[in-house]
């Protein structure tokens, strides 16, 4: 199968990269290297050799739907993104361009080459918005209802990616990703709590917990998603919950954290976020149903091989 990968150069990107040079796969990676880095891609390109090529492009070019056409993929996987909350707060119109416009020329990348599907990396956490805690762990019937320019960019992109199923009968997938970490998660960039929280432990450093450390994400480990990613490219269609259904708050994974890593038994606290959630987690049925998944990484499991991984020598 030929496939690309936008953002494939991202610690997700790059585990999806891993997955599909191991099938066999013919994969371009379309990255513009702001957040990714290209050595993610190391092992991938010495599993494929000439199978696995890097196109170094921003999406909100033009040139971008050239790229992908040109490839002629099967299937487009869609994970670049302007993925920060904050940074969407502070200047939405960034964000609309990478996540609205940037999405759009991707879209017409793969209209273009008359490819099958398009797998879109939506965002659980912020797409539903603030429910009723009773609602929890959510499913994809819950209301769209989000509190950030970022959460209503990625809300955009699964209208868009419905809108080309009914002109142009190209299928999609959209998965509403949780709380995603693991190895090559890049601390200093747009990470995740469980990036930071190890590059600081590390490093000796205190690590910053913002309001009362009491919101909870649902952490579902980098591996797991990468594998959800590949089963929608073969099968299932329409918007699907990627995530453990498990809340966790942000207390409990710092002193988790610390423990593994060796660090005090308490966080630095400060003022909230605007724009952040106070609980999050996702009911994962439909994509059991329709693509056989399940998480298989534990979140214990998966702090310490992040750990492991920020310990090795650069």
Excluded at 166 to 184: K, S
Excluded at 269 to 277: D, Q, S
Aim: net charge negative; aromatic share 6%.
């Amino acid at each position: 199968m030929k496939a690309v990968i936008t953002g494939g150069a991202g610690f997700i990107g790059s585990t999806l990269a891993d997955r599909l040079v191991d099938r066999g796969d013919d994969v371009l990676v379309v990255d513009d290297l702001s957040s990714g880095q290209e050595s993610n891609l190391d092992a991938a390109r010495a599993a494929a050799g000439d199978r696995l090529r890097l196109e170094v492009c921003d999406i909100r070019d033009e040139r971008t739907t050239g790229v992908i056409a040109n490839h002629q993929p099967d299937v487009v996987f869609h994970l670049a993104a302007q993925a920060d909350v904050r940074v969407s707060v502070a200047d939405p119109a960034l964000d609309a361009a990478i996540n609205v416009l940037g999405t759009i020329r991707v879209l017409e990348g793969a209209r273009q080459a008359g490819a099958a599907k398009v797998v879109f990396a939506a965002s659980g956490g912020t797409l539903y918005g603030e429910p009723d805690a009773s609602a929890l762990p959510l499913r994809e019937t819950q209301e769209r209802n989000p509190g950030s320019p970022y959460g209503v960019s990625k809300m955009t992109g699964i209208d868009y990616l419905d809108c080309y199923q009914r002109l142009h009968g190209q299928d999609y997938a959209a998965l509403a990703l949780a709380n995603v970490f693991g190895p090559r998660q890049d601390p200093h960039g747009e990470a995740g709590v469980v990036a930071i929280f190890a590059g600081r432990l590390l490093a000796g450093e205190p690590c910053t917990v913002f309001g009362t450390g009491e919101q909870t994400r649902d952490f579902v480990y980098v591996t797991d998603v990468a594998d959800a990613f590949v089963r929608a490219g073969d099968r299932g269609s329409g918007v699907m919950n990627i995530g453990t259904g498990v809340e966790t708050s942000v207390n409990t994974l710092y002193r988790a954290m610390a423990a593994a890593a060796g660090g005090p038994p308490d966080p630095v606290l400060a003022a909230a976020r605007p724009g952040e959630l106070d609980r999050s987690a996702l009911d994962s049925s439909r994509a059991r149903e329709q693509l056989d998944w399940s998480p298989q990484v534990d979140l214990q499991t998966g702090v310490q091989a992040v750990i492991d991984w920020s310990r090795r020598p650069d």
